[in-house]
C-alpha cells in the first residue's frame, strides 16, 4: 500500500469534512458528555476559511489510491507573552484522522512525521496532542510517535446560568 502525504488543498474540503465528523463519531462513542458531531456547515465554512490564507492551521491529507483517507491539522499556538513566567517557545496542537479501515498501516505515522517537518519549518519546538484520557488508542498512538505527557492539565466543570 503506497500512502501519499501531502499538504491540503481548497478541493479535499468535501474529505477534511467527512474526516471530522468520523473522528466526531468515534470521540462520542468514548464520552458523549464532553464530545458532539459538530455542524457540518461551520465545518465547511472553518476549513474554507483555512485555504482563504491568514489562518494558524496547517493541514496534510494522507491518500491511499487517490482516495483521503486521512489528515493531520498543526494549529500553530502563539508564544507565551512577555508578562508570562514560561520560557517563550512556538508550539502547535496537532490532531491526527485516519479512517477505519486505514489504521494501524502506517497512515497516522506518515501524517505526524509531514507534521512535524512542517512544524519544524515554522519554527515550532513544541507539539501538544490533546487526548481524552480513555482514549487508549489515541495515547498509544502519539506515544508511539515519540510524544509523552508534559504537565498535568486540570479541569473543573461549572453550571453557568443560561443566558436569555
Known sequence: MSILVRPAERGDVPALCRLRAVNAERHIQLAPDIYRVPDGEAVRRHFE???AGGSKVLISVAEVEGEVVGMAE???LAEP????I???RR???IHTVVLDGHRG???GAALVAAAERAAVERGVSVLYAGIFAPNKDAVDFYSASGFGPRGIL??????VPSVG
Request: hydrophobic share 40%; proline share 8%.
Open 74 to 76: 498543526l494549529v500553530l
Open 86 to 88: 514560561l520560557v517563550p
Open 81 to 84: 507573552p512577555d508578562h508570562q
Open 105 to 107: 498501516r502506517g497512515v
Open 91 to 93: 508550539g502547535a496542537e
Open 49 to 51: 476559511e483555512v485555504f
Open 154 to 159: 486540570l479541569s473543573k466543570e461549572q453550571d
